[in-house]
């Protein structure tokens, strides 16, 4: 794009004027002798739990030979942090890196709050999988953050109740609705899982793997495809479920929702990688009796998933010292020590391919210690993530999947009305802020 | 004009030729007041009307994106006139919420001042005992701070971990689904009642302590059973407080926020955009459309105005009515 060709040169004409001011006040103020200015310190906002003991691995290493520090400024995660970070941006206060998931990128972008470091961390693009760099690229030649953890979804079950109930894994979403109709044949009071509308993130991730582009371009203007075929598909699998009475349709990360998943009233659960640490609390009592298996499929024979979460490292316009924020984040992201202690520290799963299979992940997580082969299932299966297509009014949709699905869900009623309120409240949303949309 | 006059009492009264000239003299004396007023002025221009003002001003504006909105200069903040005012009077939701703050109003207010009142005009009896005590109790849980007030209701509302379900199931009773439909509005106007009812049943009895007894005397000597004595006497004595604590109700229930957030997440029933509040919020922080929640503040804010002062001019005027006759 010519557009970003242009926007690469301003700002290394800004790097360069910049590092021509640091140099002009390293004259005076530092006798190290070194070619780049003097002590840089920058801060960071992310909300991994645990981060700062992985900052300091930074501070004390790599980071006290460059001279470049960093602070932790603990976030809350979501949506409200990337309001936060506009409004800061808005006065030119923008933290210098800041950890953003991949859905609100386009957001950052188009508010012109991340900037393009291709140039310092264009050569780790081999370390991740293709369809993780390209989410933070946005399909142009520009780099606005380097990925760090990623959410492939897979299917979580109760492996000694499916056994007592006769049940085998489902291999195929169709396997899927008729284990659900199993179970409550055998057992009508029990629940195969939920449709749970509180989360848009869970449901964008299987329109992903349905083959669902929410968000493309063509020329200069967005393409909305929220009501496209493979959404619909989904939708109307997990309505008919629910209108059924096959799967419960309460929310999930209620104390009820706990309380099912720890008493065996929801003997599976369609999440991702995380879902570990989350089962950790929320159902404590049913410990090593949990399996997990690759989400089921559209057809015989595919083997695809979708992400359910996931953020990177972002480094913003209003930074003084880009160069320094992009090694740090490269640094983090990639730094097998790095990426050690971030997985034990913070509990995440790496998106460098490299570090799914070392160091913390060699043995599975406690919650899962009967699964020996955990992590190196889930690697296989996070290969097989789908490309996905964010927009720059990802938030809105998400708000109003809520809404609508969740009425959708309380009422039994039809999912592809709420998935058409959906596509129209987001194309509304697009044309009133004045972007291109294509019809 | 009373400046001649002004002029000749300062001079009698102080000594006139001190003064370089009478007409500084009252020049300082007419500033005076002024140089009072400049501290809270101030605090009210800088902390009250600027902020509203911003937001107003806000209001008016919006961003403009061009093309796909990607990179630098992409998005220009632009005048919006009545845009996002018409957006708002137009958007069926912040009606929709408007009417469903109205029905939880409709059961919040006459419950809990119903409440209030009966239980002031309870404590108040001559034959109450243990008055001190059951007042703290039932005081006490205003001083719950909402969100925890709606915590510990919502867990009590959920069927599969609350110990209410827990007894109707055992005795093999039906359970309601409190988080849902209809009963939904039973279950917040619960948590406001619940958290509200103390705080307003202490002013009101406040203002029965105030009522001199030989009121009372009177009304016994004049045969007047307690009954007739509450009824005839004590509640037209405390009508003002009640006209107060009715002012405050309306307006802590227009501005119903904590009590359906908290509840959200337990429930499909709640959206999020369930009072107009938090549709505010929601289009400020979740949507990222400041200008729109500002129209949307202001409107609200607007609405709020004109119902109390509505009702504080409705009730004044009765009382001149009444004084009157």
């Known amino acids: ?12 004409a800004v790097a360069v004027a910049l590092g021509a001011t640091a140099l002009a006040a390293c004259g005076s103020s530092s006798d190290d002798g070194e070619a780049r200015s003097g002590p840089v310190s920058l801060t960071y906002w992310t909300w991994t739990p645990g981060m700062d003991k992985v900052v300091d691995l930074w501070n004390k290493g790599p980071g006290k030979k460059e001279q470049i520090t960093v602070t932790v400024k603990k976030q809350a995660s979501g949506d409200t942090l990337v309001t936060k970070i506009l409004t800061a941006h808005k006065a030119g206060k923008a933290p210098d890196l800041v950890q953003a998931e991949y859905q609100a990128l386009p957001t950052l972008v188009s ?3 991340l900037a393009d470091i291709g140039d310092t961390v264009g050569d780790v693009k081999s370390k991740f999988a293709e369809g993780v760099w390209q989410q933070t690229t946005l399909g142009t030649d520009a780099v606005y ?7 492939p979804m897979m299917f979580y079950y109760r492996e000694d109740l499916f056994k007592e109930y006769g ?8 396997e899927f609705a008729e284990t659900a109709r199993e179970l409550k044949r055998k057992a009508p009071d029990k629940d195969l899982t939920t449709f749970s509308a509180n989360d848009s993130g869970l449901f964008a ?15 200069d203007k967005w393409k909305v495809g929220i009501d496209d075929d493979a959404t619909k598909k989904v939708a109307e699998f997990w309505g008919g479920l629910v209108k059924e009475g096959a799967v419960d349709n309460q929310p999930m990360y209620t104390p009820a929702w706990n309380k099912a998943l720890n008493t065996g009233k929801q003997i599976a659960w369609v999440s991702a990688v995380w879902a570990p640490g989350t089962l950790t609390t929320a159902a404590p009592d049913t410990k090593g009796k949990w399996a997990m298996a690759p989400l089921p499929q559209w057809g015989d024979g595919e083997s695809s998933t979708g992400s359910w979460g996931g953020s990177s490292t972002g480094v913003t316009t209003d930074s003084k010292n880009k160069e320094a924020a992009a090694r740090f984040a490269a640094w983090l992201n990639t730094d097998g020590d790095a990426l050690n202690a971030l997985a034990k520290e913070g509990g995440i799963y790496p998106a460098s391919t490299s570090a799914q299979l070392s160091g913390a992940f060699m043995s599975p997580p406690e919650y899962f210690a009967n699964q020996p082969d955990f992590y190196k299932k889930a690697a296989a299966i996070a290969e097989t993530t789908a490309p996905s297509a964010w927009g720059p009014n990802v938030n809105v949709a998400y708000t109003t999947f809520k809404d609508a699905f969740g009425a959708a869900a309380k009422n039994k009623s039809d999912f592809t009305a709420a998935l058409d309120t959906m596509q129209r409240d987001t194309v509304a949303d697009l044309k009133k802020q004045g972007f291109g949309v294509a019809e | 004009m009373k400046s001649p006059v002004r002029r000749t009492s300062y001079g009698v009264k102080g000594a006139p030729y001190a003064h370089p000239s009478p007409t500084t003299a009252l020049k300082r004396a007419r500033s005076a007041p002024y140089f009072f007023l400049v501290p809270a002025t101030l605090l009210f221009l800088l902390f009250f009307a600027l902020p509203i003002g911003y937001a107003v001003w806000l209001s008016f504006r919006k961003v403009q994106v061009s093309g796909l909105g990607l990179g630098a200069g992409a998005r220009e903040e632009v005048w919006a006139g009545l845009e996002n005012y018409t957006d708002a009077l137009s958007d069926s939701e912040l009606l929709n919420g408007a009417l469903r703050v109205l029905g939880y109003g409709c059961i919040v207010v006459p419950v809990m001042l119903g409440l209030a009142l009966l239980f002031a005009l309870m404590l108040d009896s001559e034959k109450v005992r243990l008055a001190p005590f059951t007042r703290l109790a039932i005081f006490l849980p205003y001083a719950v701070p909402g969100v925890v007030a709606a915590l510990l209701w919502g867990f009590l509302y959920l069927p599969d971990v609350s110990p209410f379900y827990f007894v109707l199931d055992e005795f093999g009773l039906p359970q309601p689904d409190l988080l849902d439909g209809g009963p939904l509005y039973l279950a917040l106007s619960n948590i406001a009642v619940w958290g509200g009812t103390g705080f307003n049943m202490i002013v009101i009895y406040t203002a029965l302590r105030a009522i001199p007894a030989e009121v009372y005397e009177a009304a016994k000597l004049d045969g007047a059973t307690p009954l007739q004595i509450a009824l005839r006497i004590k509640i037209p004595m405390v009508a003002p407080s009640l006209v107060l604590t009715f002012f405050f109700s309306i307006i802590a229930t227009l501005q119903v926020f904590s009590e359906p957030t908290v509840l959200k997440p337990l429930t499909n029933s709640v959206s999020t955009t369930w009072s107009p509040l938090m549709k505010v919020y929601q289009d400020a922080f979740g949507n990222g459309d400041i200008h729109a929640a500002a129209a949307q503040a202001t409107l609200i804010a607007l609405a709020t105005l004109v119902l109390s002062f509505g009702f504080l001019r409705a009730t004044n005027r009765r009382n001149k009515q009444e004084a009157a006759r």
Not at chain 1, 145 to 151: H, R
């Open chain 1, 1 to 12: 794009m010519p557009y970003t060709k242009r926007r690469r040169l301003v700002s290394s």
């Open chain 1, 111 to 113: 508010n012109d709050a």
């Open chain 1, 145 to 151: 953050a380097v990925p760090q953890d990623i959410g």
């Open chain 1, 167 to 174: 049940l085998s894994v489902p291999a195929t979403w169709e």
């Open chain 1, 205 to 219: 991730g299987l329109a992903q793997q349905a083959g669902a582009q929410w968000w493309t371009t063509s020329g």
